[in-house]
């Protein structure tokens, strides 16, 4: 066990590492100072950090419907949460590309408030809020489901209604699955690529900025960005790491 435990470790760690100590010094620091690289890590920030709040915004009532409620088709419509994890990334594109064309009626709806997805920010948002979606959803669905039911009950035999129940027992509650749940989605959409090329390959997120770099100049200028991409998201998986830590209750 302790050998394949190690042999896992090196899988994973040893490429990361010998990507992070490749890139040469001047490059790197040169990397650090370039404006399109941190407009592009920036960009990648503020995109996956709005997507995870619509995703709060949006989510947080499906997750407590699937956690707290039956009905016939559940298993349908957890399957189809689950979808964008398992379709290619590409096709999340081409749907997105289809439902917001001139010739579909949601597509004309978002022309006439004047908002495109093709080529901006809000499409860029829009990919990351649905690749993101279902960490949320499953992370907060079980967060619920680990709260016990009878807090509740205890809520409204006093006298407190749904709404109340829900925003004055289970959200400060479950504040912890919310937060990582955040997270987690902000992660995914934070390595989104396959999507975002086909939406908006401009103006560039990290990952597509990365690319770019290879595509042109191959690794040597492509490695810093690299670097720069696992570092942020060892970040994000420490802070997951401290934050979902449950506290020791002391005797």
Not at 60 to 77: E, M, N, S, W
Not at 80 to 89: E, N, R, V
Not at 180 to 190: D, E, F, K, P, S
């Given at each position: 066990?302790?050998v394949?435990?190690?042999?896992v ?10 990507t992070?100590f490749a890139?040469?010094k001047?490059i790197?620091?040169e990397?650090l100072?370039?404006?399109d ?5 920036g960009?990648?920030l503020f995109?996956?950090?709005?997507a ?5 915004i ?9 956690a707290?409620?039956?009905f016939h ?5 957890e ?7 398992m379709?290619p990334?590409p096709?999340?594109g081409?749907a997105l ?25 809000i499409?860029?948002?829009a990919?990351m809020?649905?690749v993101?979606?279902?960490f949320f959803?499953?992370t907060v ?7 016990p039911?009878?807090?509740?009950k ?10 109340a129940?829900f ?10 699955y919310?937060l ?6 902000m992660?995914?959409?934070?390595s ?10 401009h103006?560039m997120?990290a990952p ?6 290879f595509t ?5 200028y492509?490695?810093?960005v690299?670097?720069l991409?696992i570092l942020?998201?060892?970040l994000?998986?420490l ?6 830590q449950p ?5």
């Amino acid at each position: 066990m302790l050998v394949s435990a190690v042999l896992v470790l090196l899988f994973i760690f040893g490429p990361l590492a010998q990507t992070v100590f490749a890139p040469e010094k001047e490059i790197f620091l040169e990397t650090l100072k370039d404006k399109d690289v941190l407009r592009s890590i920036g960009l990648s920030l503020f995109a996956s950090g709005t997507a995870a709040i619509i995703t709060l915004i949006f989510g947080t009532p499906l997750a407590y419907i699937l956690a707290r409620h039956r009905f016939h088709g559940k298993k349908l419509v957890e399957s189809i949460i689950d979808l964008p994890i398992m379709i290619p990334h590409p096709v999340v594109g081409i749907a997105l590309l289809t439902i917001s064309g001139h010739n579909h009626p949601f597509g004309k709806f978002l022309l006439s408030l004047n908002i495109s997805l093709m080529g901006t920010s809000i499409g860029i948002i829009a990919v990351m809020v649905f690749v993101g979606l279902p960490f949320f959803v499953n992370t907060v669905k079980a967060g619920i489901e680990g709260i016990p039911e009878r807090l509740e009950k205890v809520s409204r035999s006093l006298g407190a209604g749904r709404g109340a129940t829900f925003f004055r027992v289970l959200l400060p509650l479950s504040w912890r699955y919310l937060l990582v749940g955040m997270i987690m989605c902000m992660a995914r959409a934070l390595s989104e690529f396959g999507a975002i090329i086909i939406i908006a390959y401009h103006p560039m997120v990290a990952p597509v900025l990365m690319y770019e770099r290879f595509t042109a100049y191959g690794l040597k200028y492509s490695q810093p960005v690299a670097v720069l991409l696992i570092l942020v998201s060892l970040l994000f998986f420490l802070f997951l790491r401290i934050i979902s830590q449950p506290k020791r209750i002391s005797e």
